[in-house]
């Protein structure tokens, strides 16, 4: 027989406990409203609108599969690794609108992200070591070029799943999707000298089984020595 | 009466006398061998011979008498797990492969060039698999073969490794970088042979790595629709009579390889170093 005074006594404790939860989750409401109304949502900058500016795109074509550099006006921002993804994302767009010379479909938002890297172990140069960079073409030409860049970067551009997976098949057809974007980079962003692949952030075997997704595609001067060995094909050095 | 010491004595160089013969009559008799067989899907029989010639130690030269052996090694791509594209007939990529390989197999067989492919049915080959075949058969040419249905005519692509030198020991990555020479000169064969058959062709280089460890004069083929002027498609690259024609041309020019190969300047069987 429990005495009288002990069930008194375990009554209040739990009518205690259960005035306490009830206080806290009061108390958590409050805290809540108030960390909601102390955050102002409406915007505090307007949108920035980058002028226009023209960029250099290595339009591909597979009828000839060639290279050839077009010259389009587009809005461009001032953060390198946004610009290149701008100007991939427009050399994307006209892959993917009806009767293209290179049909690849994605468009714009093939391009997820492109982060510009410093290149391990090397060093910048001096005056006395800059050197020509070139792009080489279908004939071998340079269309690009200048002195070489002061502090060589790697691109590492983040591809979508859905434009690979929606990537036609094709030794040409994939070749010329990595050499356009290889070099439209390169145009814009002389800097740059070595681009890898990613495909939603991971690395995949190849574009669409043909094109190696793993090897950095170097891009500059070691593709301008190769177009004079062979100057009626198309270059492109792989560093394996 | 001869003695026992003259017996002796007589005896030995009558033993010497007729090893020397039978060496001298097996020398003159080697390099008459018979032609071996023009078909082959099996490895070359010399298990003699070393996985790689980059690793081959330099030897006494041959005497140019002796024929070399020509070996073209056919890589249908694709295969079992890897399906390769979807071709806009329903067909599929690796199945298109394996149907021209066939065919040119068959057209090589019939000139008498021998040949050795790497997969004759539908299954997984590994790349480095693929290269060692063509390394082991010390072949005078390799072709990748590819469909695709992007393009149109046939599309010719050499490694775009920068050319190297051949040294005693090569990487397994780069093993072609000391055939790029080579391999360009196949191509323009092809590409010669193609063009005079009126197929329209087009050349590029890119990274091709199964090829990329393959110590021979190598060249991706992928063969793409045929158009006509109005850029309408009038044969699938898995058509068997485009299909045909192609293996036809592709097979002449490969003879005409082989007539290149014989040439003195060629070098006999040193038409095969890079």
């Known amino acids: 027989m429990i005495p009288r005074y002990q069930i008194v006594i375990f009554s209040i404790l739990v009518l205690a406990s ?223 | 009466m001869l003695k026992p010491a003259q017996r002796v004595a007589l005896a030995s160089a009558c033993l010497v006398a007729g090893w020397a013969a039978s060496m001298s009559a097996q020398s003159s008799t080697q390099p008459s061998s018979t032609p071996k067989p023009a078909l082959s899907s099996q490895r070359p029989q010399n298990p003699a011979a070393p996985a790689a010639p980059a690793f081959r130690a330099s030897t006494a030269p041959v005497p140019p008498t002796i024929p070399a052996r020509f070996v073209v090694v056919l890589d249908a791509a694709h ?8 071709l806009s007939s329903g067909q599929l990529e690796k199945n298109a492969n394996l149907a021209l390989s066939v065919r040119l197999r068959s057209l090589l067989g019939a000139r008498g060039i021998q040949v050795v492919t790497t997969r004759e049915s539908d299954q997984s080959v590994d790349m480095n698999r693929r290269a060692e075949i063509a390394d082991h058969a010390q072949a005078r040419a390799c072709i990748s073969l590819h469909t695709a249905d992007t393009g149109s ?49 087009t050349l590029g280089r890119t990274p091709l790595p199964g090829i990329e460890s393959m110590t021979c004069a190598a060249v991706a083929v992928e063969l793409a629709p045929e158009r006509d002027s109005d850029h309408k498609i009038t044969a699938e690259p898995d058509d068997p009579n485009y299909q045909a024609g192609i293996a036809q041309t592709l097979a002449t020019a490969l003879l005409e390889w082989k007539t290149q190969a014989a040439r003195p300047e060629g070098g006999s069987t040193e038409g095969r170093q890079p």
């Open chain 2, 79 to 86: 295969g079992g797990d890897d399906l390769g594209g979807h």
């Open chain 1, 18 to 240: 259960l005035a306490m939860a009830g206080m806290l989750w009061h108390l958590r409401q409050g805290a809540h409203q108030r960390l909601v109304a102390g955050v102002d949502s409406a915007p505090t900058k307007a949108p920035e609108i980058a002028p226009a500016e023209k960029a250099t795109l290595l339009v591909a074509n597979d009828d000839d599969n060639s290279l050839l550099p077009q010259v389009h006006s587009l809005p461009l921002p001032a953060d390198p690794g946004s610009r290149a993804r701008a100007v991939l994302g427009r050399l994307l767009e006209l892959y993917a609108v009806p009767n293209a010379a290179h049909p690849v479909p994605g468009g714009a938002t093939s391009v997820s992200q492109v982060f510009l890297l410093p290149i391990p172990g090397s060093a910048p140069r001096s005056e006395s070591h800059k050197s020509t960079t070139v792009i080489a073409t279908d004939s071998g030409a340079p269309i690009s070029g200048g002195p070489a860049p002061a502090h060589p970067q790697m691109a590492v551009v983040d591809l979508s799943g859905n434009f690979v997976a929606s990537h036609p098949s094709g030794l040409e057809t994939e070749t010329l999707t990595v050499l356009s974007i290889c070099g439209t980079i390169h145009a814009n962003l002389p800097q740059v000298t070595e681009v890898r692949f990613l495909v939603d952030g991971q690395q995949r075997p190849s574009l669409a089984g043909h094109a190696d997704l793993t090897r950095t595609y170097l891009v500059g001067e070691a593709a301008g020595s190769i177009a004079g060995a062979a100057p009626a094909l198309p270059t492109e050095v792989a560093r394996p």
């Open chain 2, 153 to 201: 005519g046939v599309h010719l692509f050499v490694s775009s490794l920068a050319p190297a030198g051949s040294g005693r020991f090569v990487a397994w990555r780069t093993a072609q970088a000391g055939w790029i020479t080579r391999s360009l000169a196949l191509a323009g064969v092809l590409n010669a042979a193609l063009l005079q058959a009126g197929s329209g062709v």
